[in-house]
């Protein structure tokens, strides 16, 4: 990412939280944070002076000086150490609930319209770059900030220390004599300054190699999921060595970046730490001729040692936060990725439009896929109510995109689909979705546990299904669809539809694990439980026809058929 876009990503990832419902009590928050530094920064100058007259007191023999005057270092520090735990605390508050905000966007921005679908192909590991990413920017952020406003304060203040303590440098030139003020202060000024430009020439392949990191740990990880979630099916292929072999390289990618990583943050900490020992000495290299001059004593020698080490600091911020900076730039990449893919996903709209019928009724409808091969061509039908519809055709003819159109999840169609008002529509995969958790869950999906109907109401379908040996099992929790077989969970899915009571059942082979007879089963039983319900289906079986009033046969070029059955 060049500079300017990850400026301009950082600051639209930054002012969101700021410029949120939530603004006035995060500034707040932020405020006494910043002032608890401030205080710290304060604190550091009074026990600079300190310094300088505990030495002179050493060196003078002034006994009767000790004790008071390590009472005062005594109370300066307590203070110190309560105002930087507080602001420690304080600023991990800070990022607890700025962290909620920005994951409770994304969690909303992803699931909204779909998104987490659109972005299957577009964003890899979105999990992770909103449980970690996310934490990870805010902490960084803040470290950043709250450590750069320090650190200017402390160059603020004990520039000015320096300033005077380190009195005036002179030297002939041509006959000329130069006078230099404060030339301990320029001089610390020019050696950061200098720093800051090779650290960056140094390390500024480390925002790279941060960025791929944690993109190849995020697919290592993922590939060890797959397998956790395909268990039974790799067991049955004995498929371990085939993963074992993906295990292999994609740790072997994690691996080997993280090799250039360390070569390259091996070269940026000789580089930073050389940097920070030379800075140990130049103090007293360039005090050393007032102080044998004794034009300062040892308190003054140790005051601008401590005074040139602060200044120092501030000054070598970016040198020392350089790795900070660049995790922080590759977060930032992954994170404004992530928001651009969704906000482009969200801007891929299908051109259907959405009517209201008494029934359900298709007018021209024009299927393609992204590659402008067009599966479907004008399509137009009607279909009254309490009737069904199975649609068939050869595999990749596009019937299960027919579906995803009528679902609104397919980008790439053009339309009309008229529904009556506020009918209730539910579609049915060939695998059914059982979330984690207790049976009962798995059962009303999508419905909230809170909003679940009486055990009695749950247990009859149960029956309905022909799933007894769950009856007594709704509280268990467990993860059903490890438990539960393909075709009991296909019959789960039609107690779900039982259920729910939906004007309209849109079925994606959702029968292709039952046998022939308790498929007939499942129809029969929709028509008993819901005379008034509409059915449309995907299959392949001869069986299926006998069940419904029309097919729909797909060639997979556009065209298609519309015959009555059953006549």
């Known amino acids: 990412m060049e500079t300017k876009k990850l400026f301009r990503g950082c ?33 550091l100058v009074q026990l600079n002076e300190w310094y300088q007259i505990f030495w002179d007191a050493l060196q003078n023999y002034e006994e009767e000086s000790f004790w008071p005057l390590i009472g005062r270092f005594s109370a300066l520090a307590f203070i110190y150490i309560i105002i930087a735990v507080y602001a420690v605390y304080l600023r991990q508050m800070l990022q607890i609930k700025w962290r909620t905000w920005m994951t409770n966007n994304y969690l909303r921005a992803w699931m909204d319209g779909q998104t987490y679908y659109r972005l299957q192909d577009a964003t890899d590991n979105p999990d992770q770059r909103i449980s970690e990413d996310i934490g990870q920017f805010v902490t960084l952020s803040l470290t950043l900030l709250i450590g750069f406003l320090k650190q200017l304060t402390t160059l603020a203040a004990f520039g000015v220390v320096l300033w005077n303590l380190s009195g005036s440098f002179s030297f002939t030139v041509g006959g000329v004599e130069i006078v230099i003020a404060g030339y301990m202060f320029w001089f610390s000024l020019i050696y950061s300054g200098i720093g800051t430009v090779i650290a960056h020439k140094v390390g500024r392949k480390l925002i790279g190699l941060n960025f791929d990191q944690q993109k190849f740990e995020a697919d290592f990880r993922f590939s060890m999921m797959r397998v956790r979630e395909n268990s039974e099916s790799i067991a049955f292929y004995r498929g371990e060595p085939a993963e074992r072999e993906v295990f292999d390289l994609k740790f072997s990618s994690v691996i080997k970046n993280y090799w250039q990583l360390m070569r390259k943050t091996k070269h940026l900490n000789f580089y930073v730490n050389g940097y920070a020992q030379l800075a140990v000495l130049v103090p007293y290299i360039m005090a050393y001729p007032r102080y044998f001059a004794k034009e300062i004593q040892l308190g003054g020698l140790m005051q601008i040692s401590s005074a040139f080490g602060r200044v120092q600091d501030a000054l070598s911020f970016f040198v020392d936060s350089y790795d900070t900076l660049a995790s922080l730039a590759a977060v930032v990449n992954r994170l404004y990725g992530f928001t651009e893919h969704m906000d482009e996903a969200k801007k891929v709209q299908s051109k259907v439009t959405h009517a209201t019928a008494p029934e359900l009724k298709i007018s021209a409808l024009n299927v393609s896929l992204p590659t402008g091969r067009e599966l479907l061509k004008k399509l137009s039908l009607e279909l009254q ?55 009962r869950r798995a059962l ?22 022909d799933l007894p040996a769950l009856v007594d099992k709704l509280d268990e929790a467990d993860d059903w669809s490890r438990i539960l077989s393909l075709g009991e969970q296909q019959r789960l899915a039609f107690a779900r539809v039982l259920l729910s009571a939906p004007d309209y059942i849109f079925l994606d082979e959702a029968t292709s694990a039952l046998d022939e007879p308790r498929e007939i089963e499942m129809y029969k039983l929709l028509r008993e439980e819901l005379p008034k319900l509409t059915v449309v289906s995907v299959g392949h079986r001869s069986t299926l026809f006998s069940l419904h009033d029309t097919e729909l046969n797909l060639d997979g070029t556009g065209g298609y058929k519309l015959r009555e059955l059953n006549l």
């Open 11 to 43: 600051w639209s990832l930054f002012k969101g939280y700021w410029s949120s419902e939530e603004k006035w009590k995060a500034r707040g928050l932020l405020a006494i944070v910043i002032a608890m530094n401030f205080a710290m920064v304060y604190l």
């Open 385 to 439: 109510n309490a009737k069904s519809l199975l649609v068939t055709g050869a595999s990749g003819c596009g019937k299960s995109t027919l579906l995803r159109t009528l679902a609104g999840l397919w980008a790439h169609a053009s339309g009309e689909i008229s529904l009556p008002q506020s009918a209730r529509v539910m579609f049915l995969p060939q695998k059914p979705y059982l979330p984690l958790g207790t049976l």
């Open 444 to 465: 009303i999906y999508p419905s909230a546990e809170k909003d679940s109907p009486p055990d009695d109401k749950l247990k009859k379908i149960l029956q309905l299904v």
